[in-house]
Each structure stands twice: as C-alpha cells, then as structure tokens.
C-alpha cells in the first residue's frame, strides 16, 4: 500500500491560531542530541544492497533521519488544521505532495542543519501567531531568499534526497519547495494574520 506524503503551509487568523494552540497536549520536550541531524549533511544516501545485485538502497542513515524527523514534530490537531484551510484561497496556502516521501524532510537535507535548524516550528510543523509569523520572515528570508550558487546545491541536494526518499517524479517543483514557504510568510504579515505548518500522510 503506498502513502503519498503532503506538507502544507498557509497563512491563517491569529485568533484561530491561539485557539489551537489552547487545544495542544503536553507538548513534546525539545530535542536533545541532534547529531543524527548534524551528521546527514554529509552522510552518503546510498549503499549496495546486500545481495550484490548490483542495485543501490538507502543508508541506515537515511532511515534514522527520516524517523527522528517525524517524531520531532508537534502533535497538531490535523482536523482543526485541515478545516481552517478549505476557507483559504490559493494565495494564501502552499500545497505540495510527494508519493513515499516527506516534503519538509527533503527541503531540511537540502538545506542542511544549520539553515534548516533555524526555520520555525519543528519539521516543518509550526503554529505562529500573527506577531510571531511576522517576526519570522526576516530570518526565513535569509536561510530561503539565496543566491544561485546556493540555490543550485539546495536544488541538487533536495532531488538526490527524493531519489532515495520517496518516489520523486521528473516534473516535481522543488523550486516552489524552496520559495513558497516565504511567500506564505510574507502574505501573513503583509495581511496581520498568523501562519500554520502541517505535514499529513494519506
């Protein structure tokens, strides 16, 4: 049975933030060693399968990313989330979708730990109200808003990841990947409203 992964980020009422924000359980404590994150910026992706069939799989290194990448994320109420975005318009929300594959998780290895590390929220999940969503945007713009050298690595980093996490088809837009968590960013604070993150599989 396939899973297509799909990460979401949409500018939001301040006010339907705060209420979800009441809503959360315990949060989780924040994350101690991070060096299995620290050490994927320069982890190989790809080893020989162990039959020696000649074919490639992915590192054990690859797979521990991907699990303590998900368990970093918060545990956000996907319904209340999920209801506040079929009132928005297109502008205000980014949508994109990766069979076998994590959106956030590919855009947090192209970046690397240290740009990624310092984006809001925890794997790409993030509630910000609308004080908070503007006061990211300066920082989200330094880490997103590169120049073509460094957008080209990001780029080449993000594909090689899809290639071994997740079924990356030739048309997928990793330059909206890139660009449109910003722009979300910027229509909140532009518009006074706040900022939701989710990650969702189906």
């Keep these: 049975m396939s899973v297509t992964g799909f990460w979401i980020v949409a500018a939001v009422p301040s006010a339907a933030v705060e209420q979800l924000r009441a809503d959360l359980p315990t949060p989780r404590p924040e994350p101690g060693d991070l060096s ?14 162990s039959r020696g069939l000649g074919r490639y799989c992915p590192t054990d290194a690859v797979y521990r990313f991907t699990a303590n990448f998900e368990a970093l994320r918060p545990d956000l109420d996907a319904d209340a989330c999920m209801e506040l975005l ?36 925890r794997s790409g999940c993030f509630l910000l109200d609308a004080e908070e969503a503007a006061a990211a945007v300066p920082a989200v713009a330094a880490i997103l808003a590169m120049d073509a050298v460094r957008r080209a690595k990001v780029v080449t980093r993000t594909h090689a990841w899809l290639e071994v996490a997740g079924d990356e088809s030739a048309d997928f837009d990793v330059e909206a990947l890139i660009d449109e968590p910003l722009r979300i960013l910027q229509r909140a604070k532009e518009q006074g409203r706040g900022a939701i993150g989710l990650m969702q599989w189906y």
């Design 36 to 49: 299995w994150w620290q050490d994927m910026d320069d982890a190989p992706l790809t080893e020989p399968e």
């Design 86 to 121: 079929a009132d928005l318009t297109d502008e205000d929300r980014f949508v994109t979708s990766i069979r076998k594959g994590d959106p956030a998780a590919a855009l947090y290895y192209g970046l690397g730990f240290d740009a990624a590390h310092a984006l809001p929220g």
